[in-house]
């Protein structure tokens, strides 16, 4: 069902006042007051492989001192076993499932293709790679191929979408294709296939990923999806999660092998809003803040977390024409965007009824708990039956593990979270002590914790304070 459809594209992009004026409505002290406790769940978080040391191209005083910023990790999915690790910094390495030292598959800095990542080192850079499902399949229009998300200067292409408002930079989706897929470093041809303005140097591109469920033959074969943030700044200024006209604060669906001539990729026809004026057909979801990382169960369903602004951190289920609220809704709370005059800050009481069909999140949790959600995976591996159909993600400055159980999750109704705890060298402990550097942000400690998977479905635990790739094993007994 394309819950944001039915009240028409001119409703859609308006920001109405559905709550009354400032003076009758309080704002919520403590939106969320339940704590989120550690639950029964114990698992040994064990060395797996540290990425190279990096360091930055730039530094400001926001800049945290990462020593790699390592941030996803996902199986080439070629049965080789290999898997691939993105470094912000420019750098994309080979392991394997047994833990093989990390070798360079590609260093994008030293390819000519516009990559920056000096306006904002600790969100730009080299963000997101996927392999098309047909990599290893000799004579497929797929073979051979993967793409990367990245960061570009301004001036080093033209954008799709709002090329005369990128003062920051540019977020870039590119297709390359290797003269051998099964070397273990980069050699062969690329192009660019989607690129869009950013004025701001945070909320870029994040995430992008084939659907791992997706067979040959069915309509969701070879599509890529990718997450984009809401441009910048802070609180949607440019109110890019209620516009449809760009497709910031957005999933998009595209097949980036279906390029016209006019441009690198091709909408598929089922996306929920093509053919609407006005609409960038490539969205397939909206109203985000800033959708890191998102994934996919085996049934099927897309989880994926959004970064909430002051307040609110959100674990939301992926469904095709939905509208998740920013900057209108900060998790299942009212922001100050729909009072008179409007205004940023803290969250409100919803109103009795929404004026449009917004979808709420399954899960969330305020900022006594963490600062910024980022994503991660249904448990569906073997090695630990006692966390089989859980999603497990993170809260990355603080680097917490949570959890909540993935069966028969409903928007809106929400789940219980609870916090998994982790044996670190022997000790039951938390990241933090065990990997913080300081925090550029908040008091205290950060790890800048994600969480990676490889083809098997076991869950790694990844650090860029250290560096370390740590794989979730059974706790052993103490």
Do not use: C
């Amino acid at each position: 069902m394309h819950f944001a459809r039915s009240l028409g594209t001119t409703a859609l992009i308006l920001a109405a006042a559905a709550l009354p004026a400032a003076a009758q409505v309080e704002p919520l002290a403590d939106p969320i007051p339940d704590p989120i406790l550690k639950g029964d769940l114990v698992v040994e978080a064990t060395p797996f492989v540290r990425a190279p040391r990096t360091s930055d191209s730039a530094v400001d005083a926001m800049t945290n001192e990462a020593y790699a910023r390592i941030q996803y990790l996902t199986p080439v999915g070629d049965g080789s076993g290999r898997l691939v690790l993105n470094d912000l910094r420019g750098l994309l390495y080979i392991t394997d499932e047994d833990g093989a030292e990390p070798v360079t598959y590609m260093d994008i800095r030293t390819l000519d293709v516009g990559f920056d990542d000096s306006m904002f080192p600790n969100e730009t850079g080299l963000v997101g790679v996927a392999f098309h499902p047909q990599f290893a399949d000799a004579g497929t229009p797929g073979f051979g191929k993967f793409y990367t998300a990245y960061s570009a200067r301004s001036d080093s292409g033209t954008a799709d979408y709002l090329d005369d408002d990128a003062e920051s930079h540019e977020s870039v989706i590119r297709e390359w294709t290797v003269d051998d897929p099964a070397a273990n470093a980069f050699s062969g041809t690329s192009r660019e296939v989607f690129r869009i303005g950013q004025f701001a140097p945070n909320h870029n591109v994040g995430t992008i990923a084939f659907n791992p469920n997706a067979t040959p033959g069915s309509p969701e074969y070879g599509l890529l999806y990718a997450s984009l943030g809401d441009a910048g700044a802070a609180h949607d200024p440019r109110d890019f999660g209620q516009s449809l006209a760009a497709p910031h604060g957005a999933i998009i669906r595209i097949d980036p092998l279906g390029g016209d001539g006019s441009r690198g990729y091709g909408v598929p026809a089922d996306n929920p809003f093509v053919g609407e004026a006005g609409v960038a057909p490539e969205i397939w979801a909206y109203g985000l803040r800033h959708a890191q990382q998102f994934s996919w169960d085996t049934d099927g369903r897309m989880f994926m977390g959004d970064i909430g602004q002051n307040v609110v951190e959100e674990v939301n289920l992926g469904v095709p024409g939905a509208n998740y609220g920013w900057r209108l809704r900060e998790g299942t709370f009212a922001t100050g965007y729909t009072l008179t005059p409007r205004r940023p800050g803290p969250v409100y009481p919803p109103p009795a009824e929404d004026d449009r069909p917004f979808v709420y999140p399954v899960a969330q949790y305020d900022h006594d708990e963490g600062y910024a959600v980022s994503g991660g995976f249904v448990y569906r591996g073997e090695a630990i039956p006692e966390l089989r159909g859980q999603y497990v993600f993170t809260d990355f400055p603080r680097g917490r593990v949570f959890y909540i159980d993935a069966d028969g999750l409903v928007p809106g109704e929400l789940a219980e979270i609870r916090e998994l705890r982790l044996v670190i060298d022997g000790e039951e402990r938390d990241l933090v002590e065990a990997a913080g550097i300081r925090n550029t942000y908040a008091p205290g400690d950060r790890a800048d914790a994600r969480l990676g998977i490889d083809s098997a479905g076991e869950l790694y635990l990844l650090t860029k304070s250290d560096g370390w790739v740590r794989k979730l094993e059974p706790a052993r007994s103490r």
